[in-house]
């Protein structure tokens, strides 16, 4: 009977000691799934930040493709101006060039 008793104490201690340890063990896994929490938590802001950044970015880049259209429209109408300007300078010399040779034939 003693030796049954002592094997019975021996199991029963050797229960408490799993317990205890499955008990730490269990701790462990909660400290580390909190910090598993923690840090998807953040990556989640992370995430949230970039995703807000890169539609910022993606508007200033729309910004910025409309405002270098529109100057290149303004680029473009200024060029047919110039170009205009040109060839009313080149006619108007032209013509004075003539009347100039005109004058000179009526003042022989």
Do not use: N, P, W
């Not at 923690?38 to 930040?49: I, M, W």
């Not at 910004?63 to 060029?79: I, P, Q």
């Not at 101006?81 to 108007?92: F, G, I, N, P, S």
């Amino acid at each position: 009977i003693a030796d049954r008793e002592t094997e019975v104490f021996r199991r029963e201690e050797a229960q408490r000691r799993d317990a205890a340890s499955l008990e730490e063990r269990l701790a462990e896994l909660a400290s580390l799934q909190r910090v598993a929490d923690d840090r998807a938590q953040k990556a989640t802001a992370a995430e949230q930040e970039v995703d807000m950044r890169r539609r910022a970015v993606e508007a200033q880049e729309k910004d910025l493709s409309r405002a270098t259209a529109e100057m290149e429209a303004e680029l473009e109408a200024k060029r047919r101006q110039v170009k205009e300007l040109e060839q009313a300078a080149y006619d108007r010399a032209r013509s004075a060039g003539e009347r100039l040779e005109q004058a000179h034939e009526q003042f022989r």
